[in-house]
T-cell receptor
Framework: DVKVTQSSRYLVKRTGEKVFLECVQDMDHENMFWYRQDPGLGLRLIYFSYDVKMKEKGDIPEGYSVSREKKERFSLILESASTNQTSMYLC?????????????FGPGTRLTVT | AQSVTQPDIHITVSEGASLELRCNYSYGATPYLFWYVQSPGQGLQLLLKYFSGDTLVQGIKGFEAEFKRSQSSFNLRKPSVHWSDAAEYFCAVKTSYDKVIFGPGTSLSVIP
């Protein structure tokens, strides 16, 4: 059974802290994605990666960075957390070379920044 | 610009009633379209997808969707809703830049 796991379901951090959100997939997928989900806005793409050590900005990359040192792991980093980054963060992965068909999602991390 | 709209923010139906969730997209070429479902506290799960061919596609959990190019729509349907269908539903389109754009979602409540 395909699986995408995220390191935490709930996280509470203080303003200015550096935050790491980890995502691991066991499907040998090439593509991995980070989204944030806010009510009424759907999912918005933060960053994505087509391969190890490769990353591309999505629609809302400001205030975030990513790391992909191994194929199965994609990390989202908030360099200095701010209250407007309080949100649900979803990681996803998919097959294919530069293809974002049928994405498989993790359960999400609900981050609260106080 | 490519976009996906879901006109209904929230829908309530009675158990056993039929369901139709609306989705409209803006995309120049032949779109790749998806419907995902998100149960409370969970990630998204793919219900069905349309790439080409038959415009009526069948998905999991008894759902189907119909692609209508003339209306730029990809509405999701189910003939008889079950209480376990209560969830958030997202329509999505794959863009020419190999990204997926998601709609804002429709929240479905089911009355027993």
């Amino acid at each position: 059974d395909v699986k995408v796991t995220q390191s935490s379901r709930y996280l509470v951090k203080r303003t200015g802290e550096k935050v790491f959100l980890e995502c691991v997939q066991d499907m040998d997928h090439e593509n991995m994605f980070w989204y944030r989900q806010d009510p009424g806005l759907g999912l918005r793409l933060i960053y994505f990666s087509y391969d190890v050590k490769m990353k591309e900005k999505g629609d809302i990359p400001e205030g975030y960075s990513v790391s992909r040192e191994k194929k199965e792991r994609f990390s989202l980093i908030l360099e200095s957390a701010s209250t407007n980054q309080t949100s649900m963060y979803l990681c996803a992965s998919s097959h294919g070379q530069k293809s974002s068909y049928e994405q498989y999602f993790g359960p999400g991390t609900r981050l609260t920044v106080t | 610009a490519q976009s996906v709209t879901q006109p209904d923010i929230h829908i309530t139906v009675s158990e056993g009633a039929s369901l139709e969730l609306r989705c409209n997209y803006s995309y120049g070429a032949t779109p790749y379209l998806f419907w995902y479902v998100q149960s409370p506290g969970q990630g998204l799960q793919l219900l069905l997808k349309y790439f080409s061919g038959d415009t009526l596609v069948q998905g999991i959990k008894g759902f189907e969707a119909e692609f209508k190019r003339s209306q730029s729509s990809f509405n999701l349907r189910k003939p008889s809703v079950h209480w376990s269908d209560a969830a958030e539903y997202f329509c999505a389109v794959k863009t020419s830049y190999d990204k997926v754009i998601f709609g804002p979602g429709t929240s479905l409540s089911v009355i027993p």
